[in-house]
């Protein structure tokens, strides 16, 4: 089928046929002959929306002008036709490309945004407009921006970029399309050029889509415009465009208009790198990494929907037609702004204190536990550690780390990182902490979406950077060799550094930021990753006190006691509150490893500490016991408390260890890195709550107030909350320690902040008639059946009650709704740690004894039964079970074809 078209605005014209385009209204199609930059007149192809809105009694708001690059045209913009969008849209197909005129002509980029000007005259566009552009359409579109500000409410940019230094080599794709040699048989002899772009999305497009893509284009004089687009690259000096791309560069500085910027970082052309220049000339953007997306991120992601949330965000409380531009600081309110606060207590300022104490100066702050077959340690007092920190804040600062410069900290727990971190807070600079338990891939995420300006890492970290392209500038944790400073391109060391610092001190030099604002960010904590890729958690000074203080004193630390860190994110938080800290000898990356022994020489380094450790260690250090010498039993049983958080902990686990630790109380706090301390409760306060839907978490601590988002019948959260006993609902959380924002996920922080005042977990539970929560799994693992919505704990409760059971871990399968529950269980006979087996059918005894205990236990019928070496867990925790995983294994296999876990 193909459809014919005419203009309706600038004079009707021969149309050429366009084939029917999935996703496209016909009615959208339009043709205009406008006279170009050359003064000749030239037919045009757009999509416009007008009649269409017409038809609905929509006025439209404004006019949103989508402009494409290379080698696409209009049909990539087919999502933003939507009944949510109530703006006139526009998607071009410039000349030469898409459906738009061959003209023979060679078009640079000031004559393309000359004919646009031309073009958007013709229409008689006026404001107000709100620009899209996608790779070269994305220059273009600030270049009619720029000149037509006075129309311009808005600016929207997609996998672009607006300035290629001249030191700097094109990407390696544009070097390979651009090499005089094949240059040509690359673009417009063959499609090869159009085919790579295409085939850049996984999962594979569509087939229809790729057809739609390739149909313009087909032949080598209608792929012509491709040639000069890849030519019109302004790389050196001397290239004609260079002066348009330098003025557009410096012009862009000067959009005072709200600006959103989408972005695909698996992009091999438009990279992060240039994510990282468009945010320095426009630093009020709001800024979405699409994390699985590539350089058609229109098709990789939902891009149209985050764009008529922040259309609405910006401009909902407008009229159509209002040409005012709105605030640049609209948004929502940060969570912790609703809280009780508490009193603001500068991030370090403790240290200082101890240090400049003589009673307790010399005493140990930071305990390094060697390991080998001596057990040897290393001790740093606050009066070294205050001397450290201050050498490095002034060495940091005379090497060019300023207050919101970000670093990225690589360090290993001990004293090289609590010198950095505090450091870092001391000058203003923002800490970027992403822990080495988030894998190679998980780490690289983290790394590259913070664009950290500085990055302070171990040689197995730099040499990762070096490999992995990581962004900014290097500096090694010990003095490298000449050689080794080369390869890895490290320009300077901490004890460089130091020494530096040191000297400078020795003049007096101020080490400390001036009037430094309590709501400027402090630290970047990146989540877990349990649940999708690990978001970055920003906070500010005041929100990072308060998280402090909220964990200080939910775990009762106190400086007499210090702190035993088994999950090493947590040894930054002792020095804060004036308590000495220790890691154990241990793998950071595996904090499910963690032995008794190991745990006991690390409490015996502080005497009688608290100990906090990742739920998954609790399994291993029972089952090590056995090897504990009579002085490390003495030693665990000096422990005041104990703790654990990152999983709900079963009582019968706790009940265990008390056998280890007999005078400890046992808490078990729920929280998480955008909010590190919720609720808690101890060992005895889960026996009086006995069982129930979930497990308990306790009730609130202070300054905390809990809420629920109430879920339908396909598990969906509301967006209104209440504090109603018993119901089920996603679990919501007011606290002045609630992270500020996720970095450079607008719409993910949108989401989470739905509701006004609260921050929503993602978690679901329910509150009791005692005020107290429970956790009953995540809300995206919610499984909505025919006949109601279940939740995941409790069922995977039931499971592992049956006689043999390790662990459990169930899903859903099938259309929401009328989902069927599948249960992927361990077997303790069976356990193997590593990489989980294929699972297999259980037996029919265990199947029966399952399906009948749950179904005995909860009302709900589990459908299949799987059994498997060892379940997928998170990679920080080693405890969280992938029951996304699963059920995307489930899908699969239950469908008949083979799938792997």
Same mark, same amino acid.
């Given at each position: 089928m193909t459809i014919g078209h005419q203009s309706t605005d600038a004079g009707r014209t021969a149309a050429p046929e366009i084939p029917e385009q999935p996703g496209v209204d016909p009615r959208l199609h339009r043709f205009a002959t406008v006279k170009d930059s050359f003064g000749d007149d030239r037919q045009w192809h757009y999509l416009d929306n007008i009649d269409l809105l017409a038809e609905r009694g929509v006025t439209p708001r404004g006019t949103i002008l989508a402009v494409h690059g290379n080698p696409t045209y209009s049909f990539l913009f087919r999502t933003l036709f939507r009944d949510d969008i109530d703006w006139r849209v526009i998607a071009v197909d410039q000349l030469e490309m898409g459906y738009s005129e061959r003209t023979k002509r060679i078009r640079g980029l000031q004559d393309r945004i000359t004919d646009l000007s031309l073009f958007t005259d013709s229409l008689g566009l006026r404001g107000p407009i709100v620009t899209v552009g996608h790779d070269w359409g994305g220059i273009i579109s600030i270049g009619w921006a720029l000149d037509n500000k006075h129309d311009v409410v808005g600016m929207i940019l997609?996998?672009?970029?607006?300035?290629?230094?001249?030191?700097?080599?094109?990407?390696?794709?544009?070097?390979?399309?651009?090499?005089?040699?094949? $240059?040509?048989?690359?673009?417009?002899? /063959?499609?090869?050029?159009?085919?790579?772009?295409?085939?850049?999305?996984?999962?594979?497009?569509?087939?229809?889509?790729?057809?739609?893509?390739?149909?313009?284009?087909?032949?080598?004089?209608?792929?012509?415009?491709?040639?000069?687009?890849?030519?019109? *690259?302004?790389?050196?000096?001397?290239?004609?465009?260079?002066?348009?791309?330098?003025?557009?560069?410096?012009?862009?500085?000067?959009m005072k208009v709200p600006s959103l910027f989408l972005w695909g970082p698996r992009d091999v052309v438009f990279s992060d790198r240039f994510?990282?220049?468009?945010?320095?000339?426009?630093?009020?953007?709001?800024?979405?990494?699409?994390?699985?997306?590539?350089?058609?991120?229109?098709?990789?992601? #939902?891009?149209?929907?985050?764009?008529?949330?922040?259309?609405?965000?910006?401009?909902?409380?407008?009229?159509p037609g209002d040409?005012?531009?709105?605030?640049?600081?609209?948004?929502?309110?940060?969570?912790?702004?609703?809280? !009780?606060?508490? %009193?603001?207590?500068?991030?370090? +300022?403790?240290?200082?204190?101890?240090?400049?104490?003589?009673?307790?100066?010399?005493?140990?702050?930071?305990?390094?536990?060697?390991?080998?077959?001596?057990?040897?340690?290393?001790?740093?007092?606050?009066?070294?550690?205050?001397?450290?920190?201050?050498?490095?804040?002034?060495?940091?600062?005379?090497?060019? *780390?300023?207050?919101?410069?970000?670093?990225?900290?690589?360090?290993?727990?001990?004293?090289?990182?609590?010198?950095?971190?505090? +450091?870092?807070?001391?000058?203003?600079?923002?800490?970027?902490?992403? !822990?080495?338990? &988030?894998?190679?891939?998980?780490?690289?995420?983290?790394?590259?979406?913070?664009?950290?300006?500085?990055?302070?890492?171990?040689?197995?970290?730099?040499?990762?950077?070096?490999?992995?392209?990581?962004?900014?500038?290097? $500096?090694?944790?010990?003095?490298?060799? @000449?050689?080794?400073?080369?390869?890895?391109?490290?320009? @300077?060391?901490?004890?460089?550094?130091?020494?530096?610092?040191?000297?400078?001190?020795? &003049?007096?030099?101020?080490?400390?930021?001036?009037?430094? #604002?309590?709501?400027?960010?402090?630290?970047?904590?990146?989540? +877990?990753?349990?649940?999708?890729?690990?978001?970055?958690?920003?906070?500010?000074?005041?929100?990072?006190s308060a998280m402090f203080s909220a964990v200080g004193e939910t775990l009762q630390l106190r400086p007499e006691r210090g702190l035993v860190a088994g999950f090493a994110p947590f040894a930054l938080l002792g020095p804060s509150l004036g308590a000495p800290s220790v890691v154990p000898d241990m793998d950071v990356t595996r904090p499910g490893e963690l032995t008794a022994a190991a745990l006991a020489d690390a409490v015996d380094a502080l005497g009688s500490p608290a100990v906090f450790t990742a739920p998954a260690a609790l399994k291993n250090i029972?089952?090590?016991?056995?090897?504990?010498?009579?002085?490390?039993?003495?030693?665990?049983?000096?422990? %005041?408390?104990?703790? +654990?958080?990152?999983?709900?902990?079963?009582?019968? &686990?706790?009940?265990?260890?008390?056998?280890?630790?007999?005078?400890?109380?046992?808490?078990?706090?729920?929280?998480?890195?955008?909010?590190?301390?919720?609720?808690?409760? !101890?060992?005895?306060?889960?026996?009086?709550?006995?069982?129930g839907n979930g497990v308990c978490v306790g009730r609130p601590?202070?300054?905390v107030e809990i809420a629920i988002a109430p879920v339908d019948e396909l598990?969906?959260?509301?967006?209104?909350?209440?504090?109603?006993?018993?119901?089920?609902?996603?679990? &919501?959380?007011?606290?002045?320690?609630?992270?500020?924002?996720?970095?450079?996920?607008?719409? @993910?922080?949108?989401?989470?902040?739905?509701?006004?005042?609260?921050?929503?977990?993602?978690?679901?539970?329910?509150?009791?008639?005692?005020?107290?929560?429970?956790?009953?799994?995540?809300?995206?693992?919610?499984?909505? /059946?025919?006949e109601g919505v279940r939740t995941p704990v409790v069922i995977e409760q039931a499971v592992e009650s049956v006689e043999g059971v390790r662990r459990a871990g169930v899903c859903g399968v099938g259309p929401a709704g009328t989902q069927q529950i599948i249960a992927v269980v361990e077997m303790e006979e069976d356990h193997r740690p590593g990489r989980p087996a294929q699972p297999k059918p259980a037996p029919h005894e265990l199947e029966d004894s399952i399906r009948r205990t749950v179904r005995e236990r909860t009302g709900a019928e589990v459908t299949a039964v799987f059994t498997t070496t060892t379940l997928p867990t998170d990679i920080r925790h080693n405890s969280k079970i992938d029951r996304t995983r699963l059920a995307a294994w489930a899908e699969v296999a239950l469908s008949g074809k083979k799938a792997k876990l």
């Amino acid at each position: 089928m193909t459809i014919g078209h005419q203009s309706t605005d600038a004079g009707r014209t021969a149309a050429p046929e366009i084939p029917e385009q999935p996703g496209v209204d016909p009615r959208l199609h339009r043709f205009a002959t406008v006279k170009d930059s050359f003064g000749d007149d030239r037919q045009w192809h757009y999509l416009d929306n007008i009649d269409l809105l017409a038809e609905r009694g929509v006025t439209p708001r404004g006019t949103i002008l989508a402009v494409h690059g290379n080698p696409t045209y209009s049909f990539l913009f087919r999502t933003l036709f939507r009944d949510d969008i109530d703006w006139r849209v526009i998607a071009v197909d410039q000349l030469e490309m898409g459906y738009s005129e061959r003209t023979k002509r060679i078009r640079g980029l000031q004559d393309r945004i000359t004919d646009l000007s031309l073009f958007t005259d013709s229409l008689g566009l006026r404001g107000p407009i709100v620009t899209v552009g996608h790779d070269w359409g994305g220059i273009i579109s600030i270049g009619w921006a720029l000149d037509n500000k006075h129309d311009v409410v808005g600016m929207i940019l997609t996998n672009t970029a607006i300035y290629q230094g001249l030191g700097e080599s094109l990407p390696k794709a544009l070097q390979i399309a651009s090499a005089p040699s094949i $240059i040509r048989t690359m673009t417009s002899g /063959t499609d090869a050029f159009l085919r790579g772009t295409i085939n850049l999305s996984k999962p594979p497009l569509p087939s229809e889509v790729k057809a739609a893509y390739l149909a313009p284009y087909r032949g080598s004089k209608r792929r012509a415009g491709i040639e000069q687009f890849v030519a019109d *690259i302004p790389a050196d000096a001397m290239h004609p465009s260079r002066a348009t791309l330098e003025r557009l560069a410096e012009g862009l500085k000067d959009m005072k208009v709200p600006s959103l910027f989408l972005w695909g970082p698996r992009d091999v052309v438009f990279s992060d790198r240039f994510l990282r220049d468009l945010f320095e000339r426009v630093p009020h953007a709001q800024v979405h990494r699409f994390e699985n997306a590539s350089h058609l991120v229109w098709d990789d992601a #939902d891009v149209a929907g985050t764009i008529a949330e922040w259309l609405q965000d910006v401009y909902g409380d407008q009229k159509p037609g209002d040409t005012a531009v709105p605030s640049l600081e609209r948004g929502p309110k940060a969570v912790s702004t609703f809280a !009780d606060q508490p %009193p603001h207590v500068p991030l370090g +300022s403790r240290i200082t204190e101890l240090a400049e104490d003589p009673a307790t100066a010399d005493l140990s702050a930071v305990v390094e536990m060697n390991g080998g077959p001596d057990g040897g340690r290393r001790t740093i007092t606050w009066r070294r550690l205050e001397e450290r920190i201050a050498d490095l804040s002034a060495g940091m600062l005379a090497h060019g *780390i300023r207050r919101g410069s970000r670093v990225s900290v690589l360090v290993e727990p001990g004293a090289d990182l609590t010198a950095v971190l505090y +450091s870092c807070l001391r000058i203003g600079a923002v800490a970027v902490v992403a !822990d080495a338990g &988030l894998g190679v891939k998980g780490l690289t995420r983290a790394v590259v979406g913070s664009h950290p300006d500085f990055i302070i890492g171990i040689d197995r970290a730099l040499i990762g950077a070096k490999v992995l392209g990581w962004p900014g500038q290097k $500096i090694s944790v010990q003095t490298l060799p @000449t050689v080794d400073r080369a390869v890895l391109g490290v320009t @300077t060391s901490m004890a460089e550094l130091m020494n530096e610092g040191s000297q400078m001190r020795a &003049l007096a030099a101020d080490t400390r930021a001036e009037d430094l #604002d309590p709501d400027e960010d402090a630290l970047i904590l990146f989540t +877990s990753g349990s649940t999708g890729p690990a978001k970055g958690a920003a906070y500010t000074h005041r929100q990072a006190s308060a998280m402090f203080s909220a964990v200080g004193e939910t775990l009762q630390l106190r400086p007499e006691r210090g702190l035993v860190a088994g999950f090493a994110p947590f040894a930054l938080l002792g020095p804060s509150l004036g308590a000495p800290s220790v890691v154990p000898d241990m793998d950071v990356t595996r904090p499910g490893e963690l032995t008794a022994a190991a745990l006991a020489d690390a409490v015996d380094a502080l005497g009688s500490p608290a100990v906090f450790t990742a739920p998954a260690a609790l399994k291993n250090i029972i089952d090590t016991a056995g090897e504990l010498t009579t002085e490390q039993r003495e030693a665990l049983a000096r422990v %005041p408390s104990f703790f +654990s958080a990152g999983a709900p902990i079963p009582a019968p &686990l706790l009940r265990q260890l008390r056998t280890l630790m007999p005078n400890a109380q046992s808490f078990s706090p729920y929280g998480m890195t955008e909010c590190l301390a919720v609720a808690a409760i !101890d060992l005895d306060g889960i026996e009086e709550a006995g069982s129930g839907n979930g497990v308990c978490v306790g009730r609130p601590v202070p300054r905390v107030e809990i809420a629920i988002a109430p879920v339908d019948e396909l598990g969906r959260a509301a967006d209104h909350a209440v504090t109603t006993a018993g119901v089920t609902g996603e679990i &919501l959380v007011r606290a002045a320690h609630v992270r500020d924002r996720y970095l450079m996920l607008w719409r @993910t922080t949108r989401e989470a902040m739905r509701i006004e005042g609260y921050h929503a977990t993602g978690d679901i539970g329910h509150l009791d008639d005692q005020g107290r929560l429970w956790v009953e799994g995540r809300l995206a693992h919610v499984i909505p /059946t025919a006949e109601g919505v279940r939740t995941p704990v409790v069922i995977e409760q039931a499971v592992e009650s049956v006689e043999g059971v390790r662990r459990a871990g169930v899903c859903g399968v099938g259309p929401a709704g009328t989902q069927q529950i599948i249960a992927v269980v361990e077997m303790e006979e069976d356990h193997r740690p590593g990489r989980p087996a294929q699972p297999k059918p259980a037996p029919h005894e265990l199947e029966d004894s399952i399906r009948r205990t749950v179904r005995e236990r909860t009302g709900a019928e589990v459908t299949a039964v799987f059994t498997t070496t060892t379940l997928p867990t998170d990679i920080r925790h080693n405890s969280k079970i992938d029951r996304t995983r699963l059920a995307a294994w489930a899908e699969v296999a239950l469908s008949g074809k083979k799938a792997k876990l």
